[in-house]
């Protein structure tokens, strides 16, 4: 087969209006840290903490996106995808967390829905990515406060009233599991909590103020899609005794369960809740039926398995297998698990594949960069979604994570999962050549749905 006609025939496994688009989050491509009145977030307080970031850097200017917008938008049209995927930075709408919007920040992201629905591209937008204004932590304890749930309601309020006219579909949350686990339990992200107590309290509050935004949202706009997008991986015990099954059980609990069956079944894991003890969140009185509000979209970022043992009880790799720069393994045929599963565990709203991608080494080299690894694994994970399709779970969009080469976190600038790779010193962008490849998997799909429409209409 030749490269079109493995792109034709990979296409033509996905349904007619399947969405394809790329995504990023706020804080790892803006930069314009304090541009506007934008307050500071708890990114911008952890950053400072010597030790916190691989190589010590920061998201002040990161990919510079903020002043580069028109020529990062010209970029994902070229591409050629129907969709993109963005978060909404907080502090950027409401510098302390509360109060009337900015109107800089406001202004700032109506230019990026009027330059995407200008180019023909539909905006998938996120209201919390991580960058949580700097003074609701500082004062009132962030997450870990009910107070913040409150907040969060009147941001997204704000937002659909603001932007709510041309964007459809807004997520609440991006992996909440990681607001919790990473930021409040290990401390390896903002704000850099250690403490189990606090985190299963703050996965509590993010849930609960899903809930609350949902009903904001919808009630200052009655038009709007609300979902939510959660981080899910397979669960695996690492051998067959039944000491790592209890802790693959345990983690799938506070990993997968934890979420879904709050969500979707209007009630937390009893299993998982007795497991926490002292630990379990305070739960008020109706809670749980109110973070159980209809979803109109479930978004799942995927990237790898989990595997489990008494040793480990949390590791991302088999021993010896493939993996990306960032140790996680590549295991497509778990992608197609995981969606297989959710479908049968749950009743579930449709589903969008709003991140999927791998960091890899990249180097430039004479203009351009050959990433031989990255295509293989985007090729490989696209195709487990058709899989997934195939056996019967409605996925309605794919977004391929990243646009850009960004800020990664508590790895700062030292991987990189862009389709475009940045040249951080001159702020250059290179098409890499497995952005190519997608490129071209975009434009098989229109074009094979573009001929089919048009056979469909000469039929007699
Ligand atoms: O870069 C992150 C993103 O912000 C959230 N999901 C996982 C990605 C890769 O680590």
């Not at 934008?38 to 950053?47: L, M, Q």
């Not at 991006?174 to 250690?194: M, R, S, Y």
């Amino acid at each position: 087969m030749t490269d079109s006609e493995s792109l034709a025939a990979l296409s033509h496994r996905f349904p007619k209006n399947f969405l394809w688009g790329v995504a990023s989050s706020a804080f790892q491509i803006e930069g314009a840290a304090a541009t506007g009145g934008k307050g500071a977030s708890i990114w911008d307080d952890f950053c400072r903490i010597p030790g916190a970031i691989a190589d010590g850097s920061d998201g002040q200017i990161a990919c510079d996106h903020y002043h580069r917008l028109d020529a990062d938008l010209d970029l994902i049209a070229g591409l050629g995808v129907k969709a993109y995927r963005f978060s909404i930075s907080w502090p950027r709408v409401q510098a302390m967390g509360s109060g009337p919007s900015l109107k800089s920040g406001i202004d700032f992201y109506n230019r990026l829905v009027d330059g995407l629905l200008l180019r023909g591209i539909e905006p998938y937008a996120t209201l919390y990515h991580w960058d949580l204004p700097a003074e609701l932590q500082r004062k009132h304890q962030g997450w870990a406060d009910r107070s913040t749930a409150y907040r969060f309601a009147e941001y997204a309020a704000l937002i659909a009233h603001a932007l709510g006219d041309r964007v459809r579909s807004f997520a609440t949350h991006n992996e909440p599991w990681v607001t919790a686990t990473l930021g409040h339990e290990l401390g390896i992200f903002a704000p850099g909590v250690k403490n189990r107590g606090i985190a299963m309290q703050v996965a509590h509050h993010c849930l609960l103020s899903h809930g609350l935004a949902a009903q904001a949202m919808r009630s200052a706009r009655r038009s709007v899609d609300v979902g939510i997008v959660l981080n899910l991986s397979p669960v695996y015990a690492a051998s067959a005794s039944l000491a790592d099954h209890r802790v693959a059980a345990r983690e799938d609990g506070l990993l997968v369960r934890w979420y879904m069956d709050a969500l979707l079944r209007g009630a937390y894991p009893r299993d998982v809740l007795e497991y926490l003890g002292a630990d379990a969140p305070q739960i008020s009185a109706g809670d749980e039926q109110l973070i159980a509000q209809s979803l109109d979209f479930l978004g799942v970022n995927y990237y790898h398995p989990i595997i489990c043992s008494v040793a480990r009880p949390f590791s991302h790799a088999r021993e010896g297998v493939p993996v990306t720069d960032m140790g996680w393994e590549v295991a497509p045929a778990s992608f197609t698990e995981l969606l297989v599963r959710l479908d049968r565990d749950y009743d579930l709203p449709p589903l969008y594949i709003t991140e999927n991608g791998a960091a890899y080494r990249d180097v430039l080299v004479e203009g351009g960069v050959e990433d031989p690894e990255r295509r293989a694994y985007i090729e490989s994970h696209v195709s487990a979604v058709a899989d997934a399709i195939g056996q019967g779970v409605d996925v309605r969009g794919y977004f391929l994570w990243s646009l850009l080469d960004n800020f990664e976190w508590a790895s700062g600038y030292t991987k990189r999962f862009g389709i475009y790779y940045v040249d951080y010193a001159t702020q250059a962008r290179t098409l890499k050549r497995s952005g190519v490849w997608f490129k071209n998997l975009a434009a098989a799909f229109h074009r094979e749905r573009t001929g089919a429409a048009l056979a469909a209409e000469l039929r007699p």
